[in-house]
């Protein structure tokens, strides 16, 4: 019986702008392939073009694969046998394997000129035809070749596609695809500055880190046959290629900004947890079985299988992702979310340096709410009752008013309850004083709570009272170096409503 080798995958980004959710897919499904069959996965950095590549860009990147839970065994910051993993540290290899190609004349230098190139396209293009380099160098020989690049005059290397050739390779995601050699023209192996070019470098790296599994976006397929015919040419065996669907926006167009939030660092900033943005982009285009999508990631590892995913394009349902978010606030810890929380409640300016208790409150606060929101940036708009309490301002508004108005009694007997109260910091407290202003008043239901509400939230609607009064009153009891805007009690609050109220 034969085993399977250990499937090698590896996830290469260009180091050239933010993670975008469909690259990040791209690393998730190869993650997932990896760590599903004890596999080994890669990070590569595809850094060759140097003037759009930036160190920045590399940390980011980085930085948004661990947030969403991705791991890799070897890499540019993890070692491993196959190093370096930036192909700009990889330029000596790119170079002696060039000069191979050279040596067995499957590669020639070219000394065309741009702007000759650029007159071969447009010729090409006025007859109709796909542009392709003509080949006027391929002709030149070898030793006259190297007398002139040797005089430096300007060269690049290009590899010479056999001729009419089927190139043939069975996609694991698309099926048998078919390229002819001769709409191929000789690809640019190192350019004159001696940099490699991108379906070159590609392929030297896949090959000598002994990738098994070529998992990518199909805006790459057809660069697949040129790679296979440069693996043909060391007489490597190829990897297997997997060519997944790219995300789309809901119209169909390739998902980019004018859809909205794009990249890793959006969805992150929007307050999306990375447990459900990565849940959700393992469900764009493979499912792990009817009514079984909310999964841990570990399990859709254990799950995953190429053959299971679909041709067909991801289209990114924001509401969807929502819904996965929901799923996964209400799953997350009160003190992660706590934490979590802090950098919105910054940005509202209500919280500055959190101390322990502030935080402690914070988790008991922030849970609740996180409850009732999409993501972690709409949690400034569920919490305003606690941080931003102002009587007058709930009363300028019409229906505030209105409703107060017709509850002058009961908010006049709650000012006063409240003025000889305990603090009602938990349920059962404020159940307790609710039950003494029924008998106080008389009323019940909701012409007793509704007033309440008004009264000491200052809205018409929001968390449940039960949850929100102790909130207020855990508030009220911070210190001045809480790090957190100062929260007036239930008492201070009904007192000063009353008094806007003129009741
Ligand atoms: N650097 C390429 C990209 O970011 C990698 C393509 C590949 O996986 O071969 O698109």
């Known amino acids: 019986m034969t085993s399977d080798p250990i499937m090698r995958v590896r996830f290469a980004p260009s180091p050239t702008g933010h993670l975008h959710v469909g690259n990040a897919r791209t690393a998730l499904f190869n993650w997932l392939l990896a760590r599903g069959s004890g596999g080994t996965f890669i990070l590569r950095i595809e850094d060759t073009d140097v003037e759009r590549s930036t160190p920045e860009s590399e940390r980011a990147i980085i930085e948004d694969l661990r947030w969403l839970g991705l791991d890799w065994d070897e890499g540019i910051d993890k070692g491993g046998d196959c190093g370096p993993y930036r192909q700009s540290e990889r330029q000596h290899i790119y170079r002696a394997h060039a000069v191979e190609l050279l040596s067995r004349a499957q590669a020639y230098r070219c000394f065309c000129l741009p702007e000759q190139l650029e007159m071969d396209r447009y010729a090409a293009l006025r007859q109709g035809q796909p542009p392709k380099y003509v ?18 005059e300007p060269a690049v290397i290009r590899f010479r596609v056999p001729e009419n050739r089927d190139v043939v390779f069975n996609d694991l995601v698309r099926g048998e695809v078919r390229f002819s050699s ?21 392929v030297i790296d896949d090959a000598l880190m002994g990738i098994t599994h070529v998992i990518r976006g199909e805006d790459h397929i057809s660069n697949t046959p040129r790679q296979l015919l440069l693996y043909e040419a ?5 990897p297997a290629f997997a060519h997944v669907s790219l995300v789309l926006g809901p119209d169909h167009g390739v998902l980019s900004k004018r859809h909205g939030a794009t990249s890793v660092a959006e969805f992150r900033a929007r307050g999306y947890l990375p447990e459900a943005l990565a849940n959700y982009l393992a469900l764009l285009g493979w499912s792990p079985g009817e009514g079984d999508e909310l999964l841990p990631i570990a399990e859709l590892a254990r799950r995953f299988r190429l053959e299971d995913v679909g041709r067909s394009a991801g289209v990114f349902d924001v509401e969807k992702l929502a819904w996965v978010n929901r799923h996964y606030l209400k799953l997350a810890a009160p003190d992660r979310l706590a934490r979590l929380a802090v950098l919105y409640l910054q940005h509202a300016a209500w919280v500055s340096e959190p101390s322990d208790a502030a935080l402690a409150f914070l988790a008991r606060v922030v849970a609740p709410a996180a409850g009732s929101v999409d993501r972690l940036d709409q949690l400034p708009g569920r919490l305003h009752f606690l941080f931003d309490y102002s009587a007058p301002r709930a009363l300028a508004n019409d229906a505030v008013r209105g409703e107060a108005e017709s509850a002058r009694a009961v908010i006049s007997a709650l000012a006063d309850e409240l003025a000889s109260s305990p603090p009602l910091v938990d349920r ?12 106080r008043t008389g009323q019940k239901g909701k012409p007793l709570l509704h007033p309440i509400r008004l009264a000491l939230t200052g809205e018409p609607e929001g968390l449940e009272l039960d949850a929100a009064v102790p909130a207020i009153e855990l508030g009220a009891q911070l210190g001045a170096d809480a790090g957190i805007r100062r929260i007036p009690s239930a008492a201070e609050r009904a007192a000063a409503f009353r008094a806007a109220l003129g009741a």
């Open 428 to 439: 059962e407290t404020f159940r307790a004083m609710v039950a003494r202003l029924r008998e």
């Open 234 to 238: 060391f007489g490597w065996p190829p």
């Open 135 to 152: 080949g006027r160098c391929r002709a030149i020989p070898e030793a006259e070749a190297r007398a002139r690049a040797e005089r430096g």
């Open 182 to 202: 001769d709409v191929i023209g000789d690809p640019v192996l190192l350019r004159s500055d001696g940099t490699p070019a991108y379906n070159y470098a590609v």
